[in-house]
Each structure stands twice: as C-alpha cells, then as structure tokens.
C-alpha cells in the first residue's frame, strides 16, 4: 500500500473513531466547547437546596446551597449532542429530579452558559443571558 494512502486511510479511521466515540474521547481532544451550568437557590430565605447532579460518565457529588447562591459544574458537551446531566433537589419535604443539561434541548436556548434558578413551582432557565426565562413546572 502506497504511503499517502496509507495516512489517508489511518486519518479517516482516527475521524470516525472520534466522531463516533463517547464524549470522553472528544473531550480529551478539546474539539467541542466547555460548557458552563450554574444552578442558584431562588427558593426563598432561609431555604437551603441539597442538590446531586449526575450525568453517565459523572458524579458531581451532593451539595449544599444556601438561598441566593450557586452551584457551578463544567464539561465539554458530546460531539453527537447527546450530553445530559441530571440532578435531584431536595429541600424542607421536597425532592425532585430534572435534567439540568439535555444538549438537544439546551444547545440553543443556553449555549456554553446555561443559568438556572430552582423555586419552589419549578427550575427556569435565563434565556441567552437575558431576562427573559423558561420556566418549568416539578413533575407531579
């Protein structure tokens, strides 16, 4: 086998195996951006928020946060979008579970910044870092 085609075929074989490959491999390689999540307390004074967030690679540990302050994570989200990370919330006989960070879903609405403000009715999401929110209501 000649040699040019040889690097031709040994690059299109490293192409595929990072394009297809966990965002573990395409993170090592610092291909796609950081993303940057900060989850804030907006339950109301003297409420603290116990927050677990998870994705399939990582555990991020609990946490514990004061009303009025945050919690921020950081990862290189999956060449093939589909990076979620989830998290349980917690706080006086409340628990509840939402995915912090879906990529389908966040990509566009949040980008490399995606801000979040836990109340007690649900989790809302600052839209492009403006006033503008997304709210969304607890799963019953």
């Not at 394009?19 to 999540?37: D, M």
């Not at 006086?92 to 990509?107: A, G, M, P, T």
Request: charged residues 15%; contains cysteine; hydrophobic residues 40%.
């Amino acid at each position: 086998m000649s040699t040019p085609l040889r690097k031709l075929i040994i690059f299109l074989v490293i192409i595929v195996v990072v394009s297809s490959s966990s965002s573990s491999v395409s993170n090592a390689f610092g291909l796609t951006p950081k993303v940057h999540v900060q989850v804030t307390n907006d339950l109301g004074a003297g409420l603290d928020l116990t927050l677990h967030c998870k994705s399939g690679d990582d555990d991020l540990c609990q946490h514990l946060v004061p009303f009025g302050e945050s919690y921020v994570f950081h990862f290189r989200a999956s060449m093939m979008g589909r990076t979620l990370f989830f998290c349980s919330m917690a706080w006086k006989e409340e628990l509840h579970w939402f995915d912090v960070y879906k990529q389908y879903r966040d990509d566009d609405k949040c980008g490399e910044h995606c801000l979040w403000f836990i109340r007690p009715t649900g989790p809302c999401l600052m839209i492009n870092q403006t006033t503008t929110n997304l709210c969304y209501q607890w799963p019953s």
